[in-house]
């Protein structure tokens, strides 16, 4: 981590020798003092931290870098050929036959899964000036006016950033299957001229998911289809002009005849995709005409996938130089793969989207996991899978339905019929908590002619849903519709999810619950004789330690999703699981600018995933009593910490306007005009900002509170294990990277603002004037946790100090807070002391707007400043004549006429504004130091 100090010009005041909140509070008020005076101006703040920004975007990148086990070509050429060797031997070092090689090589064993998850953090330049630092075309970040996003991306910037870290993780997979096929053709001469690779795959949902969304309807999802079915075919056409280069001029009849099939097919599909988006546009008013014309070029489609795969089998039987046919298997591997489109697509919606869909047919008038009607629910939608018959649907039908759920699978049945029927569409369905969610998705998949091209997927990421999910699959298996659905479909997904456990019951716990789970339901599987179905766990994550990443090294962020003890049980199973991982958002495209870096990522992938599996001997597994225990702590913990009244204020004092916009799905909560909105309910926040709110509060809640005490229950037998446990060690060491990010006294200093007796303190305890203060402390009664908030701190320095004490049996922690982080939330804490008094200064008024003086005020406290601050504009405007201009007949001479309240607003709104926008940037700054926004 970085260590860079702002100047004594900002921190006059050095931190006092013990650390408690007055390490922070000091200084910070030192500062405000300045700053209230007119010593220490905004724009001296602002010149800072732009120089600070830039050294700490460069550092957060560099870290990047180092995550990376190579970072070059030829090493990571030479890993991906080591790993295809060692598939092609048995544990004895004997090769494989070549029917076994190849049933590997052409199954999805590993893949990324793009998301547009809200974490845009970097302004547009930044981003670009990241883009540029990570492919080495230049060798610094230049001084930017702003580092952070100012404004949230929309859907198609969203989808368009997506598309390009989709398009490097593609070409990374063509450089893999190329390798693979390479040394396929060393082990085995004239026997893998037809190998096909399929072995890592790269999925999307952007623009696709549903859940929690009414922003994105069945058009803009259309749209999205056929976009990425130009991209893709735009990319098989100029990947093909390279293969067509590689065979040379002169090629015999058939050769060139089936060159010139490729290509025709392929301009094909590109003018049947883009007339797509034209008459999407020009016909979105006409549903009968808009249908007709995809009718009208479907004939044109299929003729153009029977003729491609006609040349490409002429192709890869021709007698060509041997990299000519490298090249070949490779466009033909890629185009059976893939198929038309950039990736695959993900749908995502929930659970309760299905059960209003299904709820007038079944006549689901309560929830269908009640004990009391559950059986009744169950045995309603097992007996519509007896009888249904699949329905027809035009883009008409999409147009009219009214339900989410029914026009998502309508839309996948016109993506079948008018794209690709022959790549599946995985269905994430959020909140999969009742095998009757999953068994009303087969009825709709059923009812719309998709049950073969559509994988219904749950998702669990919640304490109840780790913990009874196996019993659910368990149940929905006891349908033989369902398991005969999973046996024609060869596979079946589970989603779990990092981010939203996390956020519930920590995140050493949740991942620990995910990898029970994982257990449990490996042992089902052999239990009901599926060995033979395919496995496959998504693990989805953000790019912070609180939502799921290990810092220290991508290959330590893989293992810590799926622990080696997962995959020793998963290949007991009679075939090969598979591993997908998300990476999510404007944080975690940095690692795919480009071929080459998304070659990296995607190499120590292949690596976790390929190598032979080392579980044995780890005492964490032997020891089963003590880990269930340790477990069980720390999730307890977490699940008091919640619940704490404390917890929700801790939050709500100021949290949720720490934060800027970082993505196109709103997360902010609506409340009426001049009302302040509280939470009363961590329910009520999603993941992103939950985590991006503990982060800028200074304290790593969900990834710290609890180890402590989970170690300090014994000790000794925690140091026996650390020292042996490969897995407790990498849990470990996200725990104590959150701890040396963290300080449980910046969030006490935080809270302290909201404490009547502080101001007080301040007012009583420091020469000079302290009406503003004491003023504040009036205006603060009531507004915070009280004793809720003061036990709270208590509970966490409990902790945090058991855990402190633990900290010399780990290495590579840092035995105190960093020095940029704790000066960054001391600066912030200033600008929040500076506007907490310039809101005093805000002249009375009677009430107007709407709004009195006091509800304004309380908006101000709690951070929410742009729009209090427009408020406090219209009812102080600038002059108070507004027109002037007009011809009246007659001159007005009354000066005061104009006068308006042009003081009050350079003098105590605008400061107030321009604080807050610096409070922002710090935002920023804080999230580049721990490693991500949210």
Known sequence: MTDRTLSAVLMPVAPE?????????????????????????????????RGLGRQLLKDRLDRLKGQWTANGRSANEKRVKDLIRGLAHDADGKLLPYDAFQSLLERELGGFVITAHPTFNLSAEAARAAVRYLKGEADDIPRLDRYRSQRSPSLDEELAASERASLSIRRAIRRVNRLALGV???????????????????????????????????????????????????????????????????????VAAAIAAVKKGLGDFRGCFADGIEKLETLKDDMPALNRAALGRRAIKEAALSSINAALEVLVAADLPAKAHLEIATFRAEWRHVGLGLTHIHFRLNAEQLHNAIRSEIGLDRAPDRSGTRRHYLSAIAGLLESIEPANVHYGTVAAEQTTAK?????????????????????????????????????????????????????????????????????????????????????????????????????????????????????????????????????????????????????????????????????????????????????????????????????????????????????????SGWALDFFLTLKEYQDHLVEHPGYVRLLDQMGPNLLFPTGSRATKRQAAEGQVPRLESVSQIRAIPHNAMLQQLGYMVNSVAGFGIAVSR???????????????????????????????????????????????????????????????????????????????????????????????????????????????????????????????????????????????????????????????KDIFPATTNGDSDADFGEPSTDSSERAGYKKERATIFEPMREAYELMLDITGLIGLEIGAIG
């Open 407 to 623: 026009r998502l699978f309508m839309l996948a049945a016109q993506f079948k019929k008018h794209f690709d029927g022959r790549t599946p569409i995985r269905l994430l369905i959020a909140e999969s908590d009742t095998p009757f969610t999953l068994l009303t998705a087969l009825y709709y998949a059923r009812r719309y002619g998709v049950e073969d091209h559509v994988e219904i997927s749950p998702l669990f990421e919640t304490a109840i849903g780790l913990q009874r999910g196996d019993r659910v699959i368990a149940e929905v298996l006891d349908n033989p519709h369902f398991v005969d659905y999973i046996r024609a479909q060869g596979r079946f997904c589970v989603q779990l999810g990092f981010s939203d456990s996390g956020r519930f019951i920590g995140q050493p716990a949740a991942c620990l619950a995910i990898e029970r789970f994982k257990l449990r339901l490996v042992r089902l599987w052999k239990r009901r004789g599926l060995g033979d179905v395919q496995l496959l766990f998504f693990d989805t994550h953000g790019e912070s330690i609180g939502r799921g990443a290990h810092p220290a090294s991508l290959k330590d962020r893989f293992l810590y999703t799926q622990p080696p003890r997962v995959r020793e049980f998963l290949e007991d199973l009679d075939v090969p699981h598979k591993h997908e991982v998300s990476f999510q958002g404007g944080d975690g495209y940095l690692w795919f600018v480009d071929e080459d870096t998304a070659f990296n990522t995607l190499t120590d992938f292949l690596d976790v995933r390929l190598s032979p599996v080392k579980a044995e001997g780890d005492p964490f597994y032997d020891d």
């Open 184 to 254: 396929a053709a060393e082990l085995y001469p004239g026997d893998a001229r037809l190998l096909a690779p399929s072995f890592v795959s790269v999925a999307s949902w952007v623009g696709f998911d549903l859940d929690g969304r009414t922003d994105i309807g069945w058009s803009t999802s259309l749209k999205f289809r056929c976009r990425s079915a130009v991209a893709g075919i735009d990319e098989l056409t100029t990947y093909f002009g390279s293969v067509e280069q590689e065979i040379g001029a002169g090629a015999e009849k058939p």
């Open 17 to 49: 020798a013990r650390d408690d909140r007055n390490t922070f509070l000091a200084p910070a008020r030192a500062l405000a003092a300045r700053m209230i005076d007119g010593k220490t101006g905004i724009a001296d703040v602002h010149a800072e931290l």
């Open 714 to 872: 014994s000790a000794s037998r925690f140091a026996e294990l650390h020292e042996k446990s490969d897995r407790l060690q990498r849990v470990t060491a996200l725990v104590v990277a959150a701890l040396d990010r963290s300080n449980v006294h910046a969030l006490d200093a935080y809270l302290s603002l909201y404490d009547p007796g502080y101001w007080l303190d301040v007012a009583d305890g420091e020469a000079g004037e302290h009406g503003g203060e004491r003023r504040l402390s009036r205006a603060l009664e009531g507004m915070g946790g009280g004793p809720h908030i003061g036990a709270l701190i208590r509970r966490l320095r409990r902790d945090e100090g058991e855990l402190r004490d633990a900290l010399p049996m780990f290495e590579g922690h840092s035995a105190n807070p960093q020095t940029t982080m704790a000066q960054l939330h001391m600066l912030r804490l200033a600008l929040m002391h500076f506007v907490f008094l310039k809101a005093m200064e805000v002249p009375r008024f009677s009430t107007r707007l709407n709004v009195s003086l006091d509800e304004l005020v309380e908006r101000l406290l709690h951070m929410d400043v742009p729009a209090t601050i427009q408020m406090l």
